[in-house]
């Protein structure tokens, strides 16, 4: 069974602060891989995808990814309320996408 | 506007009365997919197609059926719905090559 793995929290930082979320995943033929962020009751949003080993930076968001380590982050800098969120990591294979259980973050005024 | 279209988004419905949820793509995708989305589980796939008359099974398929007939549509039909089939159900649409996955506003579903 390919996983994908995330800490469900929740994870609390105060606004300002860097929160970091945290993926694995067991499949590695896996070739890319996102970030989607979900607020209550509605669909996930695309924030960022990474296909090659590094780091990624779009705005205050960065994704890191270790393929070595089956690893996938994604780090928000400068944390606002409006970051509080269910985070879900998502890794492509060959023709399905496996989602994550998701992080729920808060972010603290 | 590029977007993926679910109907209904919220039902109510009673054990074994067939229905059908729609979903509709405007990007010309040629990969879409269905997904139920329930507490402490996460978005688990249940059918998916690649193209039409394509299509294939997800990690929980059972108690479901799918059809695509055309390019843009892609129902999900539950023929004889139970109580836990109760969820939040998403249709999603991508490009095959890209890989960015697009979601519908999402369905909730309560059998009763």
């Known amino acids: 069974q390919k996983e994908v793995e995330q800490n469900s929290g929740p994870l609390s930082v105060p606004e300002g602060a860097i929160a970091s979320l945290n993926c694995t995943y067991s499949?590695?033929?896996?070739?890319?891989f996102f970030w989607y962020r979900q607020y209550s009751g509605k669909s996930p949003e695309l924030i960022m995808f990474?296909?090659?080993?590094g780091d990624k930076e779009d705005g205050r968001f960065t994704a890191q990814l270790n393929k070595a380590s089956q690893y996938v982050s994604l780090l928000i800098r400068d944390s606002q309320p409006s970051d509080s969120a269910t985070y879900l990591c998502?890794?492509?294979?060959?023709?399905?996408?496996?989602f994550g259980a998701g992080t729920r973050l808060t972010v603290k005024p | 506007e590029a977007q993926v279209t679910q109907n209904p988004r919220y039902l109510i419905t009673v054990t074994g009365k067939k229905l059908t949820v729609t979903c509709s793509q405007n990007m010309n995708h040629e990969y879409m997919s269905w997904y139920r989305q329930d507490p402490g589980l996460g978005l688990r796939q249940i059918y998916y197609s690649m193209n039409v008359e394509v299509t294939d099974k997800g990690d929980v398929p059972e108690g479901y059926k799918v059809s695509r007939k055309e390019k843009r549509n892609f129902p999900l039909i539950l023929e004889s719905p139970s109580p836990n089939q109760t969820s939040l159900y998403f249709c999603?649409?991508?490009?095959?090559?890209?890989?960015?996955?697009?979601f519908g506003a999402g369905t909730r579903l309560s059998v009763l």
């Open positions: 999603a649409s991508r490009m095959t090559l890209l890989n960015i996955q697009y």
């Open positions: 990474i296909y090659s080993n």
């Open positions: 499949d590695r033929g896996s070739q890319s």
């Open positions: 998502a890794v492509n294979g060959n023709n399905d996408m496996r």
